[in-house]
């Protein structure tokens, strides 16, 4: 019977707690270092307790349609803005509607909080639009050369195909006196010509005939394309206000550097399902890839067929964001369900218009209201009182601890210690890993894990005791006891995890900060107390302070009213009256 007895004890994990301590500890020292080395030794902060930007976006009518501002876009955009800032890694980003017509979007401090409020102003519609004419981005007044037509060498559209300037939509041999009404000319026949394709896909010849005098509407599209200064800023940015989706428009580049004469728009942002930056090996090149909803598969499909015949800068398709172009590559081939835009992308460039396309189309187009800074004097007044709060409650758990657990309250300390170290120094890696940021409810979150991590130790410790007072000695109760502590401790974690998951899938905002602590904090609790407090807990049991049941070690047989060993008992009693029956 004895060796029986001794293998369960080391199937227990009794004899060789030293590895699971080595493995913490490892962990422990991993993640400390890490910190360092990344440059991250403290958690990213909200903007309650950072501080940051606040961003009024003001809802503008749509031309012919004043009822689509209603609260099913509004709720819309709300949607698409939230994902559009997170997707570039600002996390706790909070936005939300004010009134009927007014979105706030409240931009924490950090690396990325300037980009997110440069995209967040460009929240209008998206659409694919081909391009009838470029020119450079100057106005070209009467009796002053013609415009160069050349663009900013965008991307093409083919994965094969390389960056390329569009040709000159101007007559080459035009002579300086005549370069507004050259350019002119090419706008009138551009229109004229009806290059565009119709989604229909109407034949060429269907199109009205070429004419030297063009009517109203193409004489005004013309002039406005002639005097357009996409070096102004200002004329850049209303460049197409009030125009209506079907009908052609100018557009400047994002960059001030050429303006494109626009058909109707064949594609919209809607149609695109999703858009990634991704680096090709071969090529050493950055590149954009599209996939389009079936619908719009279709629409791509129709419209590269046809722009894939046409010559320079006719086989283009512009790609107009908030009334600007911030693509316009070339289609050498008839493209379908995906597609790649690649040619002088950095990085940066790459996932942006990757974000852009992916988040851009929003029901409604709005406007900068206002931009206001935010100060974390608040959040930190309020964070300073939650951390004296958490300090109190704290030092009220200690003061139990040893009162009532005496020397194991050092184990339940320790057991915090280890805790707070990896809690620490994960979320201080997560803040430039996830965008991860601290803000007062994740505060909170946090200080309930003290209270949960704790109850842990005392499910253990309680469970030792019980098989103290049954008459055992420490080292076979620290075993006996851990088996059922155990199934308890899962159990309870379990709940609580699972709690924190629905609560971060259903709520929003910081509320979701809290549901991602307490989450967290419970997977560590259950790290903690398998590979720190159990280990810990056998090794002092072999200690003479807590394995002879001092009375300042909190398992003094005595003191807990422990029972006579009754099975060692009845065994002398039996060897006893044996020789007197004989």
Known sequence: MAA?????????????????????????????????????????????????????????????????????????????????????????????????????????????????????????????RPVLTVAGGAPTPEGSASPSATGSGKPSA????????????????????????????????????DATPTPSGAAESDAPAATETPDAATAALQKKFTELDCTDKAARAAAGDGVKPEDPTVACSSEGDAKYLLGPAEVSGTDVDD???????????WLVSMEFTDKGSKKFQT???????????????????????????????????????????????????????????????????????????LGGEQLEAGLIAGAIGLALVVIYLVAYYRGLALIALLSLVASGILTYTIMALLGPAIGFALNLPAVCGAIVAIGITADSFIVYFERIRDEIREGRTLRPAV???????????????????????????????????????????????????????????????????????????GLDPKRLGAKPPLRRSRRVNARTDHPKEA
């Open 479 to 553: 075993e006996r006891a851990w088996p059922r502590a155990r199934r308890t401790i899962l159990v309870s974690d379990f709940v609580s995890f699972l709690a924190a998951a629905v609560l971060f899938l259903v709520t929003v905002g910081k509320v979701q900060g809290f549901a991602f602590t307490l989450g967290l904090t419970t997977l560590l609790d259950v790290v903690v107390v398998f590979l720190f407090t159990k280990p810990v807990m056998t090794l002092m049991a072999r200690t003479k302070f807590f394995g002879g049941g001092h009375p300042w070690s």
């Open 275 to 285: 858009a990634k930056a991704q680096f090709d090996q071969q090529r050493g090149i």
């Open 158 to 193: 083919t994965p094969s195909a390389k960056a390329s300037d569009p040709e000159t939509a101007s007559d080459p041999k035009a002579t300086p006196s005549d370069g507004a009404t050259t350019q002119g000319r090419a706008v009138t026949g551009a229109l004229k010509k």
């Open 303 to 377: 419209i590269t067929k046809k722009l894939s015949t046409q010559q320079s800068p006719a086989n283009q398709f512009a790609i107009s964001l908030d009334g600007e172009v911030v693509s316009a590559p070339q289609v050498n081939e008839t493209l379908s369900g995906s597609a790649e835009i690649s040619g002088s992308f950095t990085q940066q460039s790459a996932e942006d218009l990757a974000n852009v396309l992916s988040y851009g189309a929003l029901p409604l187009s709005f406007s900068e209201d206002t931009v206001t800074t935010v100060t974390a004097a």
């Open 4 to 128: 029986p007895k001794k293998g369960r004890g080391s199937s227990g994990g009794q004899g060789r707690p030293g590895r699971a301590l080595a493995l913490i500890l490892i962990a422990m020292v991993a993640l400390t270092g890490g910190m360092f080395l990344s440059g991250h030794t403290t958690p990213r902060l909200g903007i309650d307790l950072a501080g940051g930007t606040s961003i009024t976006l003001k809802a503008k009518s749509q031309p012919g349609k004043p009822e689509a501002i209603n609260e099913t876009n509004m709720n819309t955009a709300v949607s698409i803005i939230e994902r559009r800032v997170n997707g570039l890694g600002v996390s706790e980003a909070e936005v939300q509607t004010q009134g009927a017509s007014n979105i706030i979007v409240n931009i924490p401090k950090g690396t990325n909080s300037a980009q997110a409020r440069e995209q967040v102003g460009t929240t209008a519609q998206l659409y694919f």
